[in-house]
């Protein structure tokens, strides 16, 4: 632990919380059904015919994909992408050669195989221009996500439980709409899904153990990434503009965020907390006040939504007419 960037105090609750780091994990590994790319997109060299028969029925149902959906599929997939990113910012925040790291390893291993099996599935279906989809994951991984934390590991701890969550809706929501074109995209999603979901309840109930040995700092950290949550693929470049689109199709937007909050507040207790300090109760006021504040926000957005029309190099500048 890197204790010249974590104050003291911090650094010994993490540490304090290692036995249920580890309970956490094993209720993981004993929960997952571990799945490969592969099973979705085979890719062997001595593939069968049926196999073969399938990539070629796969592009056919695929042809029909919504532009809307396959750019919800390019903002998942590139969210993704960005592993490294958070696999480095894991490892600066909670340390290395403890439970806290075997975690970050394990779920590294589970979510790399989120971004690869998306890319394999876009790249075989032909949904994208992929060299134009290429050069904006590069230059998402190199633009870097490098949110200001301040060496706050509850911070790290409050984002991973909000954006976990966030994404596993994401994918499902893509599943649903993407269903009936093509049950290979679907089935794909759930398994991404159902992984983020499990991720979730691991970070979700972290946090939570925090909560129990330290409410007040836990719910001031929460407080500054939770009302306006920064996704991890925001310096994805046109990244407004295909957010945009999410939210116009009904796949994600500000009052699915909204839910996400209230689970996590319903699930950490937050309004049962007896805070003993003053800080520790207006941490507490200000945090259950969250949600009507997303309400009020997700209300002035869609009063402000106007009829708009959008194109992107990655489906080849097709123009895509949103009504308000």
Same mark, same amino acid.
């Given at each position: ?188 999603? #759930?398994?991404? $899904?159902? !992984? ?8 979700? %109930?972290?946090?939570? @153990? *925090? /909560? =129990? ?66 800080? #520790?109760?207006? $941490?507490? !006021? ?8 997303? %309400?009020?926000?997700? @209300? *002035? /957005? =869609? ?22």
């Amino acid at each position: 632990m890197n204790v010249a960037m974590v104050p003291s105090k911090k650094t010994e609750a993490l540490a304090s919380l290692e036995p249920l780091v580890e309970e956490l994990m094993d209720r993981h590994l004993k929960e997952r059904k571990l799945w490969m790319p592969s099973e979705f997109v085979p890719a062997s060299e001595q593939m069968t015919g049926e196999e073969l028969k399938g990539l070629d029925e796969l592009r056919d149902r695929a042809r029909g994909l919504p532009d809307s959906v396959r750019v919800s599929l390019a903002l998942n997939l590139l969210t993704e992408e960005g592993l490294p990113h958070f696999h480095r910012l894991i490892a600066v925040h909670l340390g290395s050669e403890n439970a806290w790291s075997r975690w970050n390893f394990l779920w590294t291993a589970e979510e790399d195989r989120h971004g690869c099996a998306l890319h394999d599935y876009v790249r075989d279906a032909r949904l994208f221009d992929m060299k134009a989809f290429e050069y904006l994951q590069y230059q998402y991984i190199e633009a870097g996500f490098d949110p200001q934390w301040h060496g706050d590991p509850y911070q790290l701890l409050a984002y991973t439980s909000l954006q976990e969550r966030a994404t596993q809706a994401a994918h499902a929501n893509t599943g649903k709409l993407a269903a009936k074109y093509d049950p290979t995209i679907q089935r794909l999603l #759930g398994h991404i $899904a159902a !992984d983020e979901s499990r991720h979730f309840r691991f970070y979700r %109930d972290a946090f939570r @153990g *925090l /909560l =129990e040995i330290d409410s007040t700092g836990a719910m001031e950290s929460a407080l500054k990434v939770m009302p306006r949550l920064a996704m991890p693929g925001h310096n994805i470049a046109g990244y407004d503009d295909m957010a945009d689109v999410v939210h116009r199709s009904g796949i994600y937007g500000p009052r699915d965020y909204r839910k996400v909050v209230q689970e996590c507040l319903d699930n950490w207790g937050i309004a049962d907390l007896k805070p003993v300090d003053a800080a #520790g109760r207006e $941490a507490q !006021d200000k945090m259950m006040a969250v949600p009507a504040r997303l %309400d009020k926000l997700a @209300g *002035l /957005l =869609e009063r402000r939504m106007r009829s708009k029309s959008f194109s992107f190099d990655i489906i080849y500048q097709r123009v895509m007419e949103f009504d308000a």
